[in-house]
T-cell receptor
Framework: GQNIDQPTEMTATEGAIVQINCTYQ??????LFWYQQHAGEAPTFLSY????GLEEKGRFSSFLSRSKGYSYLLLKELQMKDSASYLC???????????FGPGTRLSVLP | DAGITQSPRHKVTETGTPVTLRCHQT?????MYWYRQDPGHGLRLIHY???????DKGEVSDGYSVSRSKTEDFLLTLESATSSQTSVYFC???????????FGEGSWLTVV
């Protein structure tokens, strides 16, 4: 089966660092993706990991451990505009389907 | 931003009526997808297309049909809308299989 878990909500302070975790159990794996989604808007692509390790992209970093079925998204120097939902998604072996987690709603407080 | 346009953006319809949502892309991408997003469920795949006239079912395809007669257009039809199909529908595209997918702005559908 397919199962992806993320915390439902998180709160952090402007300027701080926050880590959003994602654990997955899927029948196949061919990459893990993170998307950002502001309320009432479309998801937008943030990062992608297919091999174990850390991928850094400006204030955002994503980490993957395939053996543990675990990933995290690290957001540094938080800004108010980072208040959004963050979606973790696993691409299956054939690449045709992305299975999405329920999303983590992040609130950044002043 | 990927050139993806969904129409209509908002629609209210009555139970039992047919509804068609349209997704139009200007990127000439081969793969197109329809997802629905509901609280607590995340994004779930309804149908996808891997070329003109080539489509396949996703996780939640019951009550939905799709058609793709041109590369740029992917239509989602609710044959007889039910209240359980009240949702936000997102179209997505990808250039090739396995590539990152990019989403349209979404279509908010309410079935009363």
């Amino acid at each position: 089966g397919q199962n992806i878990d993320q915390p439902t909500e998180m709160t952090a302070t402007e300027g701080a660092i926050v880590q959003i975790n994602c654990t997955y159990q899927t029948s196949g794996f061919n990459g893990l993706f993170w998307y950002q989604q502001h309320a009432g808007e479309a998801p937008t692509f943030l990062s992608y990991n297919v091999l174990d390790g850390l991928e850094e992209k400006g204030r955002f970093s994503s980490f993957l451990s395939r053996s543990k079925g675990y990933s995290y998204l690290l957001l540094k120097e938080l800004q108010m505009k980072d208040s959004a939902s963050y979606l973790c998604a696993v691409r299956d072996n054939y690449g045709q389907n992305f299975v999405f987690g329920p999303g983590t709603r992040l609130s950044v407080l002043p | 931003d990927a050139g993806i346009t969904q129409s209509p953006r908002h629609k209210v319809t009555e139970t039992g009526t047919p509804v068609t949502l349209r997704c139009h892309q200007t990127e000439n991408h081969r793969y197109m997808y329809w997802y629905r997003q509901d609280p607590g469920h995340g994004l779930r795949l309804i149908h996808y297309s891997y070329g003109v006239k080539d489509t396949d079912k996703g996780e939640v395809s019951d009550g939905y049909s799709v058609s793709r007669s041109k590369t740029e257009d992917f239509l989602l039809t609710l044959e007889s809308a039910t209240s359980s199909q009240t949702s936000v529908y997102f179209c997505a595209i990808s250039e090739e299989i396995g590539n990152t997918i990019y989403f349209g702005e979404g279509s908010w559908l309410t079935v009363v």
